[in-house]
């Protein structure tokens, strides 16, 4: 697929839930993602991003690990233990800009989170997990 391609006529855009308390690393994300040509739901907090994730087909979740209230692990925990079977498959990446970085990968790892990464991330850097865990829709 040529660079910016969009999907197939008649396939709807895979959906994206962003879920971070900045709003300017939501941003950041979604610029960093514009090659995928994804649809964007946010949430400033795990607990939004709980009823964004149940009420809303999402088939990727990206979290930030500090929040108010609960982290990205607990949330990555709760999306595992959902009762929706399709909710708790989605794929989801957790990143932290926590200096004790494997005490939080083994957070989230315990969690059932799909992949992590550091805070400050790169645009290559991102797009090369998002497509490892997420892989382009099958024409």
Do not use: W
């Amino acid at each position: 697929r040529p660079l910016g391609a969009r999907p197939a006529a008649g396939t709807a855009p895979q959906r994206v839930l962003l879920v971070d308390d900045s709003r300017s690393i939501r941003t950041l994300l979604k610029i960093y993602l514009m090659a995928r040509s994804f649809e964007f739901l946010e949430a400033e907090s795990a607990e939004e991003g709980l009823k964004v994730a149940e009420a809303e087909h999402v088939d990727l979740i990206l979290t930030d690990f500090h929040m108010d209230g609960m982290n990205g692990a607990d949330f990555a925990g709760q999306i595992r233990a959902s009762a929706n079977a399709r909710l708790s498959k989605v794929p989801i990446l957790m990143m932290t800009g926590d200096p004790n970085v494997a005490e939080v990968r083994a957070l989230g790892q315990k969690a059932g989170i799909s992949a992590f990464v550091r805070k400050p991330v790169s645009c290559a850097q991102l797009m090369t997990l998002v497509d490892t865990i997420l892989p382009l829709p099958r024409k």
